[in-house]
């Protein structure tokens, strides 16, 4: 099936209507907006709490690494979803597969706790 440009003409319509309509938005509500400055207006506000100290103070390593291992093993578990929903069509090779990921990933997590990552206290 081959496509022609104006094919495309209703998405590149509403690509430029969208991209107006954030343009004309931001700068009606910048232009009609207050614009009173004070000086306990611009300060830093947080969750209701006083902004005390420096904002450049050293952060753990531990808690990027958590993060980090966080955002890893849960797009790993995305992975698992079409698996399951697709579980009868991909027969025994499927099932073989995901026991080789699933493996892979326990390995993955049995070395995490080997280094010692998660132990918060050393």
């Not at 104006?6 to 232009?31: E, N």
């Not at 969750?47 to 093993?73: H, M, N, Q």
């Not at 698992?80 to 699933?102: D, R, T």
Request: glycine residues 8%; aromatic residues 14%.
């Amino acid at each position: 099936m081959n496509y022609l440009p104006s094919d495309y003409l209703p998405i590149l319509i509403q690509l430029g209507l969208a991209l107006a309509f954030i343009v004309v938005t931001m700068i009606v509500t910048h232009s009609i907006g207050p614009k009173r400055n004070s000086e306990r207006k611009d300060e830093a506000f947080e969750c209701g709490i006083e902004s005390k100290g420096d904002a450049r103070t050293p952060i753990s390593i531990k808690y990027f690494l958590v993060a980090i291992l966080f955002v890893l093993f849960d797009v790993e578990v995305i992975f698992m979803y079409p698996w399951a929903v697709n579980f009868q069509k991909l027969g025994s090779q499927g099932f073989v597969e995901m026991i080789l990921f699933m493996g892979l990933l326990l390995a993955g997590f049995y070395y995490i706790i080997r280094k010692g990552v998660l132990d918060w206290e050393k």
